[in-house]
């Protein structure tokens, strides 16, 4: 070549004058990888625990190759219009704000769960026409392939007797919810049932009794609405729980902080202020009562429902039955010796029953162990769920980071030497950090720090409410086992129930083991 | 355009053409090496007039995937080519607008506070504004045609173009 170039050894020099840097560059490079890789492993090895699993855990439960299951949902409020876009029914409309909002793909990639709604029984028209949008509508994750007809009861008496149905979902109001189960459990029907399982401690040995009999007699699969433990977080939290890395625990503190009036169950008012449809011409009130004392026609107490007591139990069984759900199935607590609950209505002076400060400590003398809730719906002010041992302690949220305890005796030797910082997590785990979505509302941003909305599978955020139905249909189709079957929802409900009786009766409670009643 | 530095001159640039290339090439690798690191809570949070462009990036993963990829591999090779002294102009710049987008994303205005701001105070002006003036000026008096690897491909003697 002409205009080949002729180099000196002075332009070779000076051409290559900084790569000696990349020689000190790589140097650097793998002392800190191997120095953060050392760190690591003597805190893994130290604890029994595989290098924390990547974001991705594949889903171990079967596919869906078995018999379509023909659902019937009992109340289509805003719990089951969730329920079935966890089944893959949604409304157009919901579908459309999705989609502007880029947020339609993960749901559309959610697993086809194999079944059809064929029956719906609400006591409102206007939510019951809504329901049968909701269930035609042909956009569905996966091939399933929407019911053409849908058939609504006007009551679920007939839907519970009904051929056409294999498995109910009950979704409404606390209430109703232990007639409603033994009525079908009775007929054969599956059960999917939304915490709290029972508005009443008689009601639980009631519902106890149905469906040991009917799982026995009638095959029949019963499934109590609590979704946490589907969650990945939850798995790893157990796993660290079974080590016994935290070293003894003595203390489990949970809470729940809300303060919106929609977390406050204040919900007869749409986002304009303006008041929600439904009067006495197009709500079956007599039905919408059922056995509850008898009361006007009142569009306060249809859409407020939680803040009475003859409907609900407030804090205790609306969102403290999640928290115990957790702390049992972590710790296998069953249920606690005693409790002491206080409170009071001391932000919402709406007329409502139930306090909106509420606190309630259970001890398990057995256990050596206390557990304490704490909540609050005038303060948002974020508590997680924290686990503390001799050792170590464990918050418990979305993600779980766990702190060695400066004064722990197992962690001694390591924090002295500096591999153990206990001002920072000894272990994290934060699941799906490949991926994001977006949360929109203060209820919803709620759930999800608590881990109740989504969890990641296969690289997807997943909705665990999804996890938690899919659980129940494979069990009704495979026989594989439940993660809240009737006897965690006992203890669950008991535990609710303990806390609601003290707070009631301003009194300590027992749990007499023998008699199995609360004394 | 020949540019004549003093011995000096040409030492402070080359010093700082190898610092800010380091800093850049650790940035890329240790995100590259970290199986968690992951733009999207960067670019959720964004604040200020680009924050719901960037934000929706976020919430695709396909595209966050994308956007990963190509702000990993564009440190990794840009951080790399400022030490070596290849295609200098051409780096500087390129790394000054990743920094600009940096920027962008969380600028320390009045009114905005940056849950990513780390290592001092900042009014306006913080790290990344200065890393990109600090590009900026490297690639207005570039210094691999003299010392680095451009030396060898464009004419000896002459800063790259």
Known sequence: ?519 | MNMKYTAAQLTGLVLLRIIVGWHLLYEGLSKLIDPYWTSAGYLSESKWIFASLLRSLARNPHVLAGVDFVNIWSLIIIGTFLIAGLFTRVVSYSGMILLLLYYIAYPPLVGIESPFAAGGRHLLINWTIIEAAALFVLALFPTGGMIGVDRLIFRHGRPSE
Not at chain 1, 2 to 14: A, G, H, L, Q, V
Not at chain 1, 288 to 302: I, M
Request: proline fraction near 5%; include cysteine.
């Open chain 1, 1 to 519: 070549m002409e205009n080949e170039r002729k180099y000196s050894r002075r332009d070779i020099i000076k051409a290559l004058a900084t790569l000696p840097v990349f020689g000190l560059f790589a140097f650097e490079f793998l002392k800190k990888v191997a120095y953060d890789r050392w760190k690591k492993k003597a805190v893994l090895s130290e604890l029994d625990l595989k290098r924390p699993a990547p974001a991705v855990v594949t889903r171990t439960s079967p596919e869906h190759s078995g018999p379509q299951v023909r659902l019937g949902i009992i109340g289509f409020g805003r719990r089951g219009e969730q329920i079935a876009q966890s089944l893959g029914f949604a409304h157009p409309d919901w579908i459309a704000k999705r989609k502007r909002n880029n947020r339609l793909e993960p749901w559309l990639a959610q697993k086809d769960l194999n079944v059809a709604i064929t029956g719906i029984f609400d006591v409102f028209d206007v939510r019951a026409g809504y329901a049968q949008t909701v269930i035609k509508n042909k956009i569905n994750p996966g091939d399933g392939s929407p019911v053409e007809k849908v058939k609504r009861y006007r009551s679920y008496r007939d839907m519970v007797t009904s051929d056409d149905i294999d498995a109910i979902i009950i979704t409404t109001p606390d209430f109703h919810h232990a007639t409603m189960a033994i009525a079908a459990v009775n007929e054969g029907k599956h059960v999917y049932c939304e915490k709290c399982m029972t508005r009443t401690e008689e009601e639980v040995y009631r519902v106890e009794a149905a469906v040991k009999a009917a799982e026995k007699s009638k095959g029949v699969v019963f499934q109590v609405g609590h979704q946490t433990t589907q969650n990945e977080v939850f798995q790893r939290a157990k796993e660290i729980c079974d080590k016994e890395i935290l070293g003894k625990i003595t203390l489990v503190e949970t809470s729940s902080s809300r303060n919106t009036p929609d977390g406050a169950w204040v919900r007869h008012l749409d986002e304009n202020g303006n008041l929600r449809p439904g009067d006495a011409r197009s709500i079956d009130w007599k039905e919408w009562l059922g056995s509850a004392p008898r009361v006007p026609f009142s569009q306060e107490r249809f859409y407020n429902w939680s803040k009475y007591w003859d409907y609900a139990t407030g804090l205790s069984g609306q969102l403290f039955s999640h928290e115990y759900d957790a702390a049992n199935q972590l710790l296998g607590l069953g249920i606690p010796l005693s409790c002491v609950a206080s409170g009071g209505i001391y932000y919402y002076k709406d007329g409502r029953e139930i306090p909106d400060v509420f606190h309630a400590t259970f001890e398990f003398p057995d256990r050596e162990l206390t557990l304490f809730y704490s909540a609050s719906l005038a303060s948002s002010r974020p508590r997680r769920r924290v686990l503390m041992g001799h050792d170590a302690w464990m918050e418990l949220g979305e993600y779980l980071n766990v702190f060695a305890d400066t004064h722990s005796t197992r962690y001694r030797a390591k924090i002295r030497d500096g591999i153990v910082v206990p001002s920072r997590p000894m272990v994290s785990y934060q699941p799906g950090s490949q991926g994001i979505d977006a949360i929109t509302s203060a209820s919803e941003q709620y759930y999800a720090a608590r881990g109740l909305i989504y969890t990641y599978r296969d690289g997807q955020r997943v909705n665990v409410t999804h996890l938690h139905l899919q659980e129940w249909l494979d069990a009704i189709r495979g026989g594989t086992p439940l993660s809240s079957p009737i006897e965690a929802g006992v203890e669950v409900s008991i535990a609710c129930h303990m806390a609601t009786k003290s707070y009631r009766e301003s009194r300590r409670v027992e749990w007499d083991p023998v008699r199995r009643r609360i004394v």
